[in-house]
């Protein structure tokens, strides 16, 4: 330990992630629970990495639907129409709102495709024990955690959208299958990112020059 | 000592000055910081957020003008609506991100913030707590709001559209819960519960 650079694993320490607060873990327990406020603690999170896999593999599986399918179907006396994501951004881009179109573009298509690409980088380089960068992977982590929220925009959109609209004869719009499949996306997304713990990038750096973790 | 949630590294607990903060050594998380009346801040938010709540919702958000007749939408007629068009799932989904969760999370807080400021201990302090924490990410107010103006600029060419008190009190309740995340301090609260005992 020359750089002090203990975890709470390597001295048989849990941190609990509710409160904060570190204990002593009881000799080869698998599961103990935080003496103070009684959240489960673990020294890892439990299969994070299958989990985070199983989790991802269906967002990008649901990505595809939630971006072909559309999200909302418009019928008025000129025609029926029906609008993806991407019909969207086009059509505040063409109507000369930009600013909407880069918004929806980001926080709809960029977002959850950027969020999807992140995790697989971290899985797979926390797989291979990489010791590659361990401070921007977890600025990473913690990017894709704040972030994720933001891609709820177009749900919110759509739902605000038919329920003024539905009020009058003016026009019906309903919400489209793509809406749900958008709606899956983030959720597992965000589930992902919770099943991912961070302290895995970290774990390989204890075990420098053949020492035991330390 | 602590350890880093982010990187699990053991470090020193130090004493901060007013309005430090402590970052993880080696990975850079924030591990805790000091707001000098963190507690009073966290509760004045807290009851702040709790009002404006109660407008949001009470209150239509946006409405449409047309042909003199105007059309108004609550956030729960919202859910309503997609509701009845048979989008059940994205119903339950709006209704826990936008009503639920945030109706929750500031029960929770409230819940614990105001027996401890008149010196008694919330029963179920640590299941509130941990609730607490677990109900967070899932409110999302803050998108929303956003959301809610993006549908009125696309409603723009159709009708007139009229803003709500709920839109202000949804924007204010925005700035309220970055607020109060940004006050949040869980061993503010934990040092006061173990005060009492």
Redo the contacts between chains.
Sequence with gaps: MSRASATAASLGLLVCHACGLLSRAAPHAHDAYCPRCGARVHWRKPNSISRTWALLIAAMVLYIPANVLPMMYTGSLFGFQSDTIMSGVVFFWKTGSWYLALIIFFASITVPMLKMIALVVLLVSVQRRSRWQPVQRTQLYRVVEFVGRWSMLDVYVVAVIVALVQLQALATITPGPGAIAFAGVVVLTMFAAMSFDPRLIWDPMGEEDGRAPA | ???C??????QREVPLPRGGIVRCR????EQ?RSHPHSFERMLAFTLGAIALFAMANAFP????K?EG?V?E?TLF???R??YN?D?K??AA??FA??ILMPALELAAMAYLLVPLKLGRAPRHF??V??AL?AVG?WG?VE??M???L??L???L???TVVTGIALWALAALMLLYAAIAATFD??EL?ARRSALT
């Design positions: 000592m602590i350890a949630h982010e990187c699990d590294l053991l080696r990975c850079g998380a805790y958000i946006v409405g449409l047309l007749q059309i939408t007629h919202t859910v609506t997609l068009e989008m799932s994205l989904l709006v991100t936008t640590a299941l707590f941990r924490q990410p999302m998108v929303l956003l959301g809610v993006v549908a600029v696309k409603l060419h159709l009708a869980p061993r934990w």
